[in-house]
């Protein structure tokens, strides 16, 4: 990935790293980076314009507030926050310091996911009425148990802060803020604190609805569709993200038949932190506003609270 990054034409360009573990100094040799133990060392360097945390989540706020302090730019990995408050701060934060905030929501930007929301948004789909998504995996299930991905306290309500936020993300874009939400959560084939099975389904303030579900013991299975009253399209995810082989999409408008077609796997990630370079340029406004980041988080927190109740959740 940092090799992709730091190809020609590229933007942006990675020149430090920070981790406390000492194979990270043989790996940042490799690719001719320095490499830091403490954040604070990269903040105060004047050569280093923007960070990328990839980070625990609970950690991502006093991040933030650091970096803005420093007057750099964010792209913060999902999800920014675990709750309402934290995410308004940070996005507070850096719009106050006339500072860009990227998300890493890069689903926006694979090939079918964007020709979704530009359709959506002409209005080719017609009145949207009902979102349908799925992103499970059951990769969680190897890891060691002190990992941080398997507490509740970084990591609530089953998958949905590593793969479910994602989903979330695209129905706040679609359908606006969400009005509440009523979740299924347990644990039915593992011993995970925050649950391994959850469906979430969501109403919203504009009306209609999502059906989401989030699960961390199945094998990989991704699928976004979305229906309109004068179309619908269905996208699925060939193999894991992490090692992409496209996707297939299949849709219908009002009048015509059902298509099925293959789209070619894409750089999403790089494409999102090249949108972020760009707007550190001031070359284009970066395309997550901040709100649609807050009410994405807004209805992060009410699932996890909705996890632990089952009853029905009002969006904070």
């Known amino acids: 990935m940092t090799d992709l990054i730091q190809g020609k034409g590229r933007q942006l360009k990675i020149i430090r790293a920070v981790d406390p573990s000492p194979d990270a100094r043989d790996f940042a040799a490799t690719k001719s980076l320095r490499v830091s133990e403490n954040y604070e060392d990269v903040l105060a360097d004047p050569d280093v314009e923007a960070v990328i945390l990839a980070t625990p989540h609970a950690l991502h706020g006093a991040q933030i507030a650091g970096a803005v302090a420093a007057g750099k730019h964010v792209f913060c990995e999902k999800p ?3 709750t309402r408050a934290e995410a308004e701060k940070a996005v507070e934060l850096c719009r106050s310091g006339n500072l860009v905030l990227g998300m890493g929501h890069e689903r926006r930007f694979e090939p079918p996911i964007a020709d979704l929301l530009r359709q959506a948004q002409d209005g080719r789909l017609g009145r949207l009425l009902q979102i349908e998504a799925n992103f499970s995996h059951d990769r969680f299930l190897s890891l060691d148990k002190s990992n941080w991905r398997l507490d509740p306290e970084h990591a609530p309500a089953a998958g ?30 593992s011993d995970m604190a925050q ?20 699960t961390l013991a199945t094998p990989f299975f991704s699928r976004f569709a979305v229906f309109g009253t004068d179309g619908w399209i269905d996208i699925r995810d060939k193999a894991h993200v992490e090692k992409p082989e496209g996707w297939v999409v299949t849709r219908a408008y009002k009048g015509t038949p059902i298509e099925t077609y293959e789209v070619p796997p894409a750089e999403a990630v790089i494409d999102n932190l090249e949108a972020f370079a760009a707007a550190v340029r001031g070359k284009a406004a970066y395309p997550i506003t901040g709100q649609e980041m807050i009410d994405n988080i807004a209805l992060l927190e009410a699932i996890a609270t909705g996890a632990k109740s089952g009853a029905l959740e009002r969006v904070p």
């Open 195 to 214: 649950g391994d099975t959850l469906s979430a389904h969501v109403r919203f303030n504009g009306g209609g609805s999502a059906y989401i579900s989030a």
């Open 160 to 189: 949905m802060t590593a793969t479910g936020i994602h989903l979330t993300d695209l129905a706040v874009k679609l359908m606006g803020p969400a009005a509440d939400v009523r979740v299924v959560c347990a644990a039915l084939a």
């Open 80 to 82: 920014l926050a675990l």
